[in-house]
Nanobody
C-alpha cells in the first residue's frame, strides 16, 4: 500500500481543515488506517485510527471531539476532519496503514507510512 497525504496548510486558530490520504493498491479495504502527527522537536504521536469497514474508530484524548476520521473504500481514501484548530495542533500529519486494528497504535507498529502534510495553526 502506498499512501499520499494532502490537505495541510496555514490556518488561524479556531479554523478547520480536512486532510486526505489517498492509497494505491487493491488491499486498501483490508487495512486499518490511522493518522499520526509530529510537532517540531517532539516524537511522532498517534492521533486517530479507523478499522477496515469504517465502523470503529479510536482517537487520542487530546483530539477527541475536534477530530473525525472517516474512510471511503470506493475511493481508497481516508480523511481527517479537524475542527477548532489550536496552535498546539501544529505538526506534520502522517497517514498510516496497518494489517491489524489494535486498540493502541504506536509508530513502530505501522506497516505502511505516507509522506506527511504540514498543518500550521496561527494564534
Amino acid at each position: 500500500v502506498q499512501l499520499q497525504a494532502s490537505g495541510g496548510g496555514l490556518v488561524q486558530a479556531g479554523g478547520s481543515l480536512r486532510l486526505s490520504c489517498a492509497a494505491s493498491g487493491r488491499t486498501f479495504s483490508s487495512v486499518s488506517m490511522g493518522w499520526f502527527r509530529q510537532a517540531p522537536g517532539k516524537e511522532r504521536e498517534f492521533v486517530a485510527a479507523i478499522n477496515w469497514s469504517g465502523d470503529s474508530t479510536y482517537y487520542a484524548d487530546s483530539v477527541k471531539g475536534r477530530f473525525t476520521i472517516t474512510r471511503d473504500n470506493a475511493k481508497n481514501t481516508v480523511y481527517l476532519q479537524i475542527n477548532n484548530l489550536k496552535p498546539e495542533d501544529t505538526a506534520v500529519y502522517y497517514c498510516a496503514a496497518r494489517r491489524t486494528f489494535p486498540f493502541k497504535w504506536a509508530p513502530n507498529g505501522v506497516d505502511y507510512w505516507g509522506k506527511g502534510t504540514l498543518v500550521t495553526v496561527s494564534s
